[in-house]
């Protein structure tokens, strides 16, 4: 949960037995805490070293781990960071035994390579983006398109499974590489209208037959109009064949690796 709050100074972290630093990311050293609760809604704390801080909250050292929960907590904590300033995320999971340990453990022998990450990505965001085939209309244009996928369908459409078997695998190999052809061609598309106003993008691998494309977008916060000017239109222009959806601003794992 987050919500407005008194920025919280180094006090140092008081610990009890049994319990550790959980590690979100690391940002510049004057970024400021705004109330931020992390896993069990324990307060998000800044660990400063030099230049750099690492996000923390005290958690229990056993505890299960990879909860649902957990993750989304850990994401959440991050982006509200990173919207407001650019942060580094660290590997979901990451708990040391005290504020020591952050400092002396992550912070100290890393402290040149955080504060030159933290410079590039000063003053941008990274957005998903993602765009979903309306299979309904996909598969009819392929229907159209392709006279033989057309006859393999209307073949057999309402002949027996084990007479029309040959046909059937047929059509779906055609299916599959039509699609795959006009998934590319369509990705492209997406490109063209939104890489001239991002940094740079990552392509993330297709998981269904529906899945045109998702992207991660780094976009300059001062092109931050244009870039969402382009993605309406980009939603616009294929309303009628794909769902394109928008998410961010959020931290930006696919540009800095996990730490």
């Known amino acids: 949960m987050t919500g407005a709050g008194v920025v919280q100074e180094d006090q140092g972290i008081e610990l009890r037995e049994g319990e550790g630093c959980y590690v979100y990311g690391v940002v510049p050293a004057d970024a400021s805490n705004v109330g931020l609760e992390g896993l069990d809604d324990a307060a998000v704390r800044l660990v400063r070293h030099g230049p750099v801080a690492a996000i923390v909250s005290v958690v229990r050292i056993e505890r299960p781990p990879g909860r649902r929960n957990d993750l989304l907590a850990h994401s959440r904590v991050l982006d509200a960071f990173a919207a407001s300033g650019p942060v580094v995320p660290v590997q979901f999971g990451a708990i040391l035994q005290d504020e020591d340990a952050v400092r002396t453990e992550l912070l100290a022998p890393r402290e040149n390579q955080f504060a030159g990450l933290l410079a590039e990505l000063s003053g941008s965001l990274q957005f998903t983006l993602q765009a979903r085939y309306d299979e309904a209309t996909v598969l009819a244009e392929l229907v159209r398109d392709d006279p033989e996928i057309a006859r393999l369908r209307e073949a057999t459409k ?91 601003p959020m931290a930006p794992y696919d540009f800095v690796g996990e730490e």
Do not use: C, K, N, W
């Open 158 to 248: 309402d002949a027996p499974e084990d007479q029309s078997y040959a046909e059937r695998v047929r059509l779906g190999e055609l299916v599959s590489q039509r699609l795959e052809a006009r998934r590319h061609a369509d990705e492209q598309t997406v490109l063209g209208a939104i890489e001239p106003h991002v940094i740079a993008y990552r392509v993330r691998p297709v998981t269904s037959m529906d899945h045109l494309t998702e992207l991660a977008l780094l976009v300059d916060s001062r092109q931050r109009e244009a870039f969402d000017s382009a993605a309406e239109q980009l939603a616009a222009r294929l309303h009628e064949r794909a769902r394109v959806r928008l998410m961010g």
